[in-house]
């Protein structure tokens, strides 16, 4: 048998063999791409119903949200509005003097502040409040009067009351002295982490 004779077959067996061959691996090639869309369109299905699921919530939530917000819960610490509130009570309740420093707000701290929440960056301002009282009460009414007209939230970390030793005629109605530190705790705002604090 001459394999001259038979050129042409053979050349058709090799180039169908080369096709088959091509047409193999581009079958593989064009699987894995597919594989590999199919996972991408799994994955941006997955963040397509996780984004709904997000906005459904927000939708649901706004107006808490928003009503957080105005009340000073959420957002920048209302440092001027906590320190009016507590000159206006002091004036509305008649006492005679009511000091009070602010510190600087610092971030709350895991296993040391009870409103610290790892998702979510949370403030707390510390306040001292000093003042002169004519009886107990007029500390209740005071802090009583500051949680419903203040913006925020606050913790009553300490309070004392104390007998002045001595004293003059013109002070003899209010000796009583009470001191108390305060713990204001503002949550930041989750729609402008972006913009720091």
């Not at 597919?34 to 997000?54: G, H, I, K």
């Not at 649901?60 to 001027?80: A, C, K």
Request: net charge negative; charged share 20%.
């Amino acid at each position: 048998m001459q394999w001259r004779d038979h050129l042409l077959v053979l050349s058709q067996f090799l180039v169908s063999f080369l096709l088959m061959v091509g047409a193999f691996f581009y079958y593989y090639d064009r699987s894995g791409a597919l594989e590999d869309q199919v996972r991408a369109y799994e994955s941006l299905q997955f963040t397509t119903d996780e984004s709904e699921a997000n906005q459904d919530l927000l939708q649901e939530n706004h107006g808490t949200y928003m009503s957080l917000v105005q009340q000073g819960y959420i957002g920048t610490p209302e440092r001027l509005q906590w320190l009016e509130t507590l000159r206006r009570l002091g004036t509305q309740y008649n006492l005679p003097g009511v000091e009070f420093t602010l510190e600087s707000s610092v971030v709350t701290e895991e296993n040391v502040d009870p409103f610290w929440r790892p998702t979510v960056k949370t403030l707390s301002t510390d306040m001292n409040v000093n003042m002169q009282l004519t009886h107990e009460g007029d500390l209740y009414r005071l802090l009583n009067g500051l949680a419903k007209e203040a913006n925020g939230l606050f913790s009553v970390e300490s309070c004392r009351l104390r007998w002045l030793d001595s004293y003059g005629e013109e002070a003899e109605l209010t000796r009583l002295r009470g001191d108390c530190q305060l713990r204001w705790y503002t949550l930041t705002d989750a729609t402008n982490l972006g913009q720091g604090l």
